[in-house]
């Protein structure tokens, strides 16, 4: 078994119900910090499944895209976590 | 041989993401998802970006890039755990009923947001004395 099937048909699968699961979770969520921190999670586990992608191409150029989205999920969890507290303060 | 190496650590970190996946939807509130899954994600994530590293050796950017992406995780998840948390504790999140302690409880006060440190809940603390003149006023 080349690294590159194992990659395809145990890594990504495992990814992929990782990401169902977080998926649930984000439309069940009783509270919006709950879908707060799917998000967060969701953008995490993407950030891994666009490197395990990269690997299984060959292709390294993905990572960029990796290392934005790291930035991006940052920004947005504090964004929400701000105009929460606001929200809340009246 | 570095084959081995990317599959094991590939493995680990795919099963530490499955478990925060799995972590966020059975427990049963908000801080102990939160608690389960920022450790966890974070985990399996930097674990996977190291297999990257180690699969592109001749690249030197691209081990660069991974490990930047790997510090910049470490960094901000436990900072936007906190921020988050905060957030929830202020507009009243239900805690679970098995929680036996709140330290909290009583140490923030709703209006301004400041926490009281030490054994003295808010309440008890004495009002603030006006800013006198040449001294820095913290509270701005």
Known sequence: MTLDSYIDYVILPILAISLLLVFIRLFKGPDIVDRVIAL??????????????????????FIDVA??????AFLGTIAFSYYIEKRGRK | MINIIIGVLCTIGALAILVAAIGILRMPDFYLRLSVTVKA??????????????????????????????????????????????????????QWEGTADDDLAGMYDKETHQLSSGNTPVNALPPKAEPELGTDDETV
């Not at chain 1, 967060?40 to 150029?61: A, M, Q």
């Not at chain 2, 930097?46 to 910049?72: C, D, N």
């Not at chain 2, 436990?78 to 948390?85: E, F, K, R, S």
């Open chain 1, 40 to 61: 967060d999670l969701l953008i995490t586990i993407g950030i891994s499944v666009i490197t395990v992608y990269s690997i299984s191409t060959g292709k390294s150029t």
């Open chain 1, 67 to 72: 290392m934005i989205l790291a930035l991006i």
């Open chain 2, 41 to 94: 994600a974070t985990l399996g994530g930097g674990l996977l970006l190291l297999s990257a590293a180690f699969y592109f050796p001749e690249e030197v950017s691209v081990t660069t890039k991974a490990l930047a992406i790997i510090f910049f995780l470490i960094l901000t998840a436990p900072v936007a755990a906190h921020l988050i948390a905060r957030s929830a504790y202020f507009i009243g999140t239900a």
